[in-house]
């Protein structure tokens, strides 16, 4: 820890400090302590008579194995919101807390530790290095964490096959559709096995068909692998496939309700159905 780092308040459990990002190991939430917790949260761009409050005292908790959409239009902090919940931006004020740890007393290299260790992320654009294979472009995480070459082989080809991706490891973006691409993305974010995966806009850039393939993978990697997911969307039907949606307006939550019915559970049971019937 920085000398001039404030003191982590997150409780510690046997074993003391996670060697993985130099702070406390994260305990395990329980119902009453969830694995995020935001309280009071704001966040100014600025000073004086330019300054610019993006988020105005933001209150949410997120469940270990939840599936959110966030929502709301330009300018409502939702993207604002998503930088402070991956820990690519620090609070003005209020408290972060991630698995019980202050995330806001957290050192920049402290938080940039936590992001490897803790969190895989997907963009609207794919970020893929066009020379190089599905299979590099998927490693590379575990290269910056200096994981040795054959481990680092044998976790990009697991990732790929869970998104549909064996046999494309040596294409490189080029030779790639827009959905496969979005793929390998997707593959790069699980490879370190994240707890949380941070989605912005993850269909943008696909067409209908595509960007319903795309959600289909998060549904599963949520429901099968128990990763929570956090999506920034503004399209309706992208944010069926979530559990919960959470709308923001003007810099604080205006909504935040739970899905009864995701999309892709629906069209599970439908199978399961059909399955009975031809039985």
């Not at 290095?129 to 490693?139: C, D, F, G, I, K």
């Not at 943008?204 to 068909?209: A, I, S």
Request: charged share 20%; with cysteine; net charge negative.
């Amino acid at each position: 820890m920085s000398p001039h780092a404030p003191p982590l308040r997150g409780s510690l459990p046997p074993g003391g400090a996670d060697p993985a990002w130099g702070g406390p190991a994260p305990d395990r939430p329980v119902n009453d302590n969830p694995l995020i917790r935001l309280r009071g949260i704001t966040k100014t761009y600025g000073e004086g008579h330019t300054a610019f409050q993006a988020l105005k005292g933001v209150d949410l908790d997120i469940q270990q194995g939840d599936f959110v959409a966030i929502m709301g239009p330009s300018g409502s902090g939702k993207s604002t919101a998503m930088n402070t919940l991956g820990c690519l931006d620090v609070p003005t004020t209020g408290e972060y807390l991630f698995r019980g740890v202050h995330v806001e007393s957290l050192s920049r290299d402290q938080r940039a530790r936590l992001r490897r260790r803790y969190f895989g992320f997907v963009f609207q654009g794919f970020h893929l290095l066009a020379r190089t294979s599905a299979q590099e472009n998927v490693e590379l995480p575990l290269v910056y964490r200096g994981e040795p070459a054959a481990q680092r082989h044998a976790a990009a080809h697991t990732a790929l096959e869970k998104v549909g991706l064996k046999g494309w490891e040596h294409h490189t973006p080029g030779e790639l559709s827009g959905g496969q691409q979005q793929r390998v993305a997707i593959a790069r974010a699980i490879v370190t096995e994240p707890q949380v995966l941070l989605a912005d806009e993850p269909t943008g850039n696909l067409d209908t068909q595509r960007s319903h393939e795309i959600m289909e993978l998060l549904w599963r990697l949520n429901a099968e692998q128990g990763i929570t997911v956090l999506m920034v969307t503004h399209e309706p039907d992208m944010a069926a496939y979530a559990r919960r949606i959470v709308r923001f307006v003007d810099g604080v939550v205006a909504s935040d309700e739970r899905n009864p019915h995701p999309v892709a559970l629906q069209a599970a049971h439908a199978t399961l159905n059909d399955a009975g019937q031809e039985a």
